[in-house]
């Protein structure tokens, strides 16, 4: 784990001590790990949010078969292997195997 010194005026410190406290961390860099996991799966959210509306605004609905959700899943799967979009993604997957099937791994925000 890297280290990372940081400066902060006395009433921050006082406040990061008191969330220690309070919210049963063992310690600082506990306490400011999981802000900063917090923030992160919170920006992750943002953006889910924004591409939802954007889609909601791209036009009308198309309705969808599962013929169709079978397509797609096939198609992001092969994506995923080939790393051609978010191939970083494929590296969060404990079974690659299934990928080529079509199944599609389960990612939680």
């Not at 902060?8 to 969330?19: G, S």
Request: charged content about 30%.
């Amino acid at each position: 784990m890297e280290t990372l010194n940081i400066a902060l005026p006395a009433t921050m410190k006082e406040f990061i001590q008191a969330q220690v406290t309070l919210g049963g961390y063992s310690s600082a860099s506990e306490y400011l790990r999981d802000l900063i996991r917090s923030d992160q799966r919170r920006k992750v959210k943002e953006a889910l949010e924004a591409e939802l509306l954007k889609g909601l605004h791209s036009g009308e609905a198309i309705v969808m078969i599962d013929e169709d959700w079978d397509s797609l899943k096939q198609e992001v799967a092969q994506r995923l292997i080939s790393g051609n979009e978010n191939g970083s993604l494929l590296a969060k997957v404990s079974n690659k195997e299934d990928l080529a099937d079509g199944c599609l791994p389960q990612f939680h925000l």
